[in-house]
């Protein structure tokens, strides 16, 4: 259940929203990774198939090993963003600049943690910073100068 909070461009119906939508998320990744899990495991044995059949099965495997990928860092985001909601009274507000974040914005992406100005130019720098540039989900460098 929600505390009382100090947050004041947040009406109780809207909190109560973002925190229902947050746990419902939470719930259905959860469900959706066991499931998962499950059908990976099902599907491992390809012994006695042609060469085609066995890469286009790895080729689907990497594409759902990287959707897990992404719901699973999602998760972490959406238990962090749980944690800050009942914990804290920071919920809402840009961890930058400290302003309110719009209810629109959290209603889309109830894990917004900067207003739109700051995630703007924090877009902008990171566009402009091709050096040493690191991809978001994976955490790993990407290497835009030099291919060969």
Known sequence: MSKSKKITHLNKKQYKFLEDKVLAEI???ENKLATDKTHLELNKDSSGRDEVDSANDDILK??????????TLYLKKLKKTRRLMLETDEYGLCQDCGSEIGFQRLQARPTSDMCIACKEE???DEFQNFHGRKSKSLGQQINLVGRA
């Open 62 to 71: 990497h594409t759902e090993l990287r959707f897990q990928t992404r719901e």
């Open 27 to 29: 719930e259905r990744i």
């Open 122 to 124: 924090s877009e902008r």
